[in-house]
């Protein structure tokens, strides 16, 4: 089958993949995990629990209209954090839940609850950077009578990472689960994206799905992953940066959100464990990893035998589009799907100096924008002109500032252009 | 429980470790087979000029930015750069006070009023060309003809203008043309030696497709329309593709990345218009060396053919 793929991006000199891939390993629970009552888009969910509350795994512990929050572990409540900060910087309360040391029965509350009813009560929110709640995703799909799903089962910048390891383990589940969603968004048609270049890894992928979803191998171009470069490719289509795929008929989801809905319908299990990948400076090749919600990143990393001395930047995503995080203490959440690791040698320090014109960043930009332009006014404090230039349509996946010749921190200039001008439009209303 | 050590910065957090120095190598070596052919072919009077050229333009570039206390560029090597660039479209004979103009007016009034490379409207190096050219059109045709070719001592193009296609095809043939074995600028004669670099460019990705092939495409069909279906005599298409400077305007000129274009469609109706240009200027204009005005030309174009760009994704 040849890649479906799209004008522009990286073909980057991605780290060799594996022979072999590194199998999804489940992380033994930790002594003691945080959960921040928030991990989605939308409103923070209340907590229902108090400190010094015994808790079976899997209770609920936070709950909002669309989302909800579980314990990760068995054991008691030992702190109720009014304001803990998220990587984002964003400060929401948390629950930190002491364990006890063995997991014990798990709560039994999902049973008997019909097929939405579990999913609101799985706590399962969707992909690795949106954080919508899968409830509010079915919800809108339905909404919007969408007529296509697709399951995204591409992760950024690693062929042989976690998600290409758990459609490789749990192909059967998966698709299970691809079922369930095409049911309860009513699409007619389902497709999983895929990179061409896992599908040596993927031997029993095909036979596992069912005849009704058709399995699409993507390019391995940075950023295929992205939903606006998957629509784009798999069904000849695009839609406005700004809006949704909903609008043109077509839900994405991902594969780990199939995998979770499937556990959630057909074994009453809630969203505890989160696969992540972990690659960079201290590890060969990526490992894949099951954690549990609200481990910290520091244990992680002690657990594939990183040593955090020499660490110079923790990503929770790939090198490209990763958000560089101020400490190793924070836990894992639903958004997290990659630690990239970089050594203090490793960090850059770019000197920018004057843009040469010479369009490379024209070239890669997938969106088809003029990336010097948009950071060009925004550095220079033309506001106006940066947003008449679309710079809402950037979705600062990286490529421009990666070629960029003369170093210029071109997505920092774009944030800073959309973010003043979503003030001066908030102000202005 | 922040932790010091940790660095946050936006993404991306690795890079392609392109450099603007790093593209003036790439140059600078893509020159080099023509360069040194203009050596076998002039003599060390070759040499005599670039080095003249080369350590001007980075002298008065690092003059410039002391008076006006700003950073000394000379390290990204896009003044020693350029110096190499105008030698290549000058005379071997030319005197060495000529060249100091050029390199001057190329770096004080080809970019370092526009705040220096990057921010440049026009190639400097073709502005110093043109300014050369007005002043000392004498000096500018002073040529060193090779060896076994004793007959014509003048430029190809130059011959073509005054005495006519018949007159030109029979004293310089094809190989002679190809090969760079004419009178002419000191690294402009040899098309093979000019393709061999832009190929290298190419294969570097350090330029575009798109400007070089969409200029030898407009020289080309252009002026084979004239050859086939014209009313009088025009010299056939291939002596306009290896003769006059096509070569070195199609990879090293019209591609000055400040000057040219960005969007695909933008570098293909450049490359198109200069090529053309360039024809109409040989065929009909006073002065045999059209490709440089006419690429000179064309960079007044490139703000207005940058707003010819692919419509933005989902718009």
């Known amino acids: 089958m040849r890649a479906a793929s799209f004008s522009g991006g990286l073909r980057l000199p991605v780290p060799e993949a594996a022979e072999e891939i590194k199998p999804l390993e489940i992380m033994p629970p930790p002594e003691h995990v945080i959960i921040p009552l928030k991990q989605h888009v939308g409103s923070t969910c209340d907590p229902l629990v108090k400190k010094g509350a015994k808790l079976k795994l899997g209770s609920l512990i936070g709950e909002s209209h669309v989302a909800t929050i579980h314990a990760s572990l068995s054991g008691k409540v030992a702190e109720l954090n009014k304001a803990f900060p998220l990587h984002s910087g964003e400060k929401v309360p948390a629950v930190s839940i002491e364990g006890q040391g063995d997991d014990g029965p798990a709560s039994e509350y999902m049973q008997g609850k019909q097929s939405m009813g579990k999913i609101l009560f799985s706590g399962l929110v969707d992909g690795d950077r949106a954080l919508m709640p899968v409830l509010e995703k079915i919800q809108k799909a339905q909404k919007h009578r969408v007529r296509t799903l697709i399951i995204n089962g591409l992760e950024e910048f690693f062929i042989d990472g976690c998600k290409t390891a758990l459609l490789r383990e749990k192909a059967t589940d998966i698709a299970q689960g691809i079922t369930i969603l095409q049911e309860l968004t009513w699409a007619e048609e389902a497709h999983l994206a895929v990179y061409a270049d896992a599908l040596p890894y993927l031997e029993g992928l095909q036979e596992a799905l069912p005849a009704s979803v ?166 220079g404090g033309h506001f106006d002109l940066a947003e008449a230039n679309d710079i809402f349509s950037c979705i600062e996946c990286g490529c421009c500032a990666y070629v960029c010749p003369s170093n210029i921190p071109m997505v920092q200039w774009i944030q800073l252009g959309k973010s003043v001008i979503s003030s001066q439009r908030s102000e202005a209303l | 429980m922040n932790d010091l050590r940790l660095v946050v910065s936006p993404w991306p957090h690795v890079h392609s470790e392109n450099s603007v120095a790093g593209i003036m190598r790439d140059v600078l070596i893509a020159l080099a087979p023509a360069f040194l052919f203009g050596i076998f072919i002039f003599g060390l009077d070759v040499v005599r000029v670039a080095l003249i050229a080369v350590v001007s333009a980075v002298a008065w570039e690092a003059a410039t930015q002391k008076l006006t206390s700003r950073e000394l560029t000379y390290t990204d090597l896009s003044a020693a750069t350029s110096g190499l660039i105008l030698a290549m479209i000058l005379p071997p004979t030319i005197p060495w006070w000529t060249i100091l103009i050029g390199t001057l007016i190329m770096v004080i009034l080809g970019k370092e009023v526009y705040g220096g490379f990057g921010s440049n409207p026009f190639n400097p190096v073709l502005v110093a060309w043109v300014v050369l050219q007005m002043s000392f059109p004498d000096y500018m045709s002073q040529w060193i003809v090779p060896g076994d070719n004793p007959a014509v001592t003048a430029a190809p193009m130059e011959v073509l203008k005054e005495q006519g296609p018949s007159f030109a095809a029979q004293y310089f043939s094809y190989a002679d043309l190809f090969l760079g074995r004419t009178a002419g600028f000191i690294g402009q004669v040899s098309s093979l030696m000019l393709l061999i670099g832009g190929i290298y460019l190419l294969w570097r990705k350090t330029i575009n497709w798109r400007i070089p092939l969409s200029y030898l495409l407009g020289v080309f069909v252009f002026t084979g329309l004239f050859w086939l279906l014209g009313d009088g005599p025009y010299a056939d298409p291939l002596f306009h593709l290896f003769a006059g400077g096509t070569m070195i305007g199609a990879f090293f000129l019209a591609t000055d990345l400040p000057s040219s274009p960005v969007t695909p469609q933008g570098m293909i109706l450049f490359g198109l218009a200069a090529g053309i240009l360039t024809a109409i200027l040989r065929m009909w204009g006073a002065w045999a060396f059209g490709a440089y005005y006419a690429i000179l030309i064309l960079s007044l174009a490139t703000p207005f053919l940058d707003k010819i760009a692919p419509e933005v994704y989902g718009r």
């Not at chain 1, 909903?246 to 989160?274: Q, S």
């Not at chain 1, 090749?285 to 992680?300: A, C, H, I, Q």
């Open chain 1, 214 to 379: 058709q399995l699409r191998p993507l390019s391995s171009k940075h950023p295929q992953y992205r939903d606006q470069l998957i629509v784009s490719s798999i069904k000849q289509q695009e839609y406005p940066v700004e809006s949704s795929p909903e609008e043109i008929g077509i839900c994405i989801m991902d594969a780990e959100t199939a995998y979770g809905a499937a556990r959630a319908v057909l074994h009453n299990e809630p969203f505890l464990d989160k696969c992540i990948t972990i690659a960079g400076s201290g590890v060969d090749s990526p490992r894949n990893l099951r954690v549990r919600l609200g481990t910290s990143f520091r244990e992680v990393l002690h657990f594939v035998g990183i040593d955090t001395e020499p660490i110079g930047k923790l990503i929770i995503g790939g090198p490209l589009s990763g958000m560089a995080v101020h400490s190793l203490d924070l836990p894992v959440t639903k958004d997290v799907g990659q630690l990239f690791v970089q050594s203090r040698g490793e960090v850059r320090a770019p000197q920018p100096v004057t843009c040469i014109k010479c369009g490379f960043c024209v070239q890669v930009c997938p969106m088809r924008l003029m990336p010097f332009l948009l950071s060009g006014f925004s550095e």
